[in-house]
């Protein structure tokens, strides 16, 4: 019997209804120029993502879309639902879901982050954007901020019905996991020191019966904080970007999730990525060396670096005198054709 005619496959791919909040409860104002509604996604694994959907007011026929998710431990109420919001102001229908495991996304244990899966939330998304009627499947893109950066990159590497990618403030997610910032523990005996304290943190978590957290920012910023932490504290322990269900702003990850990072290198095909790419990058961010490498290894003159004059990693997240919107919509609108 195949999957087709297979009663007990019914639907699964159909969305679900879940008692998703329906308050605006963004950090960032709703425009009069896009309709927002709730929908839910079902990815590979089983797991049902939960999006913002954002529509142009007064669109007609099928337009291109785009898929947004990001930073890494952030919830679609803070900047990728401003990406998103913004991106239907320019004339693309918008998801910007909450990755699996995160916000009202299912998934358990919760605040866990996952090379693969996350990398699927994003193919889940373009699922659920190419089987819509209004959207033009041959006219589909994503937008990673922060650490779904990378993993937009890695989507666009595995899945070909993806036109173009804005990775924007990218973190990759696998090689600072592996070797820390700037490369600075990127050898065997650092790692190994690092996987004996995660594998030691699960087996506390089995006998527990309870995955430890790493914990977010701190309540209260220490005087000899570095600036990016500043800049992180800045954004989600303030009314500016705080928010009751984002990771960042709470008690952070599950610890042992960067087990998987430090094995998995997702960057690993992005050499062979032939549908454009964008990378936005600040020119004052901590993590600016994640854009300027990953840009070396890309092929194809339909892949550009962006340096932000005078930006911060965050700025990246919500500054509207700082994100280039409008050179993002021109990228989309010239390979979403």
């Known amino acids: 019997m195949t999957a087709q005619n297979n009663p007990l496959n019914t639907n699964i791919m159909m969305e679900e209804k879940q008692n998703l909040t329906q308050e605006w409860d963004k950090v960032f104002p709703k425009s009069e120029n896009v309709s927002h509604t709730k929908v839910t996604i079902r990815n590979r694994y089983g797991i049902t993502l939960t999006a913002d959907l954002y529509i142009p007011k007064n669109a007609t026929g099928k337009l291109p879309a785009i898929a947004v998710s990001g930073p890494f431990g952030a919830v679609k109420e803070q900047a990728s639902g401003l990406y998103a919001q913004k991106m239907a102001e320019y004339g693309f ?6 990755p699996s495991f995160t916000g009202e996304s299912e998934g358990y244990p919760r605040y866990v982050a996952s ?10 998304a373009v699922d659920y954007l190419s089987a819509r009627q209004d959207v033009d499947d041959e006219r589909i893109g994503i937008i990673g901020i922060c650490g779904w950066g990378g993993m937009a ?3 666009a590497s595995a899945d070909t019905r993806i036109k173009a990618t804005a990775a ?12 820390g910032y700037f490369d600075a523990a990127d050898n065997a005996d650092a790692r190994h020191a690092l996987r004996t304290t995660l594998n030691a943190q699960r087996t506390k978590d089995y006998i527990n019966r309870s995955y430890a957290l790493a914990g977010g920012l701190p309540d209260t910023l220490p005087e000899n904080a570095p600036g990016f932490v500043r800049d992180y504290f800045d954004y989600y322990k303030t009314q500016r970007g705080y928010h009751k269900r984002s990771l960042n702003s709470n008690n952070g990850w599950n610890i042992t999730s960067s087990l998987s990072f430090i094995n998995m290198p997702i960057m690993a095909y992005a050499d062979e990525i032939r549908s454009a790419v964008l990378l936005v990058h600040g020119e004052k961010a901590h993590s600016r060396y994640f854009s300027e490498d990953i840009r070396k290894k890309l092929k194809g003159d339909n892949k550009k670096l962006l340096i932000i004059p005078g930006a911060s990693h965050t700025d990246l997240y919500d500054n509207m005198d700082k994100i280039p919107f409008d050179k993002i919509a021109q990228f989309f609108t010239e390979y979403l054709r």
Do not use: K, W
């Open 93 to 98: 229908l918008t998801v910007a879901f909450d």
């Open 115 to 124: 090379p693969d899966i996350n990398t699927e939330d994003f193919c889940a």
């Open 153 to 155: 990159i890695n989507a």
């Open 168 to 179: 924007v403030t990218m973190y990759d997610m696998s090689r600072v996991s592996a070797n």
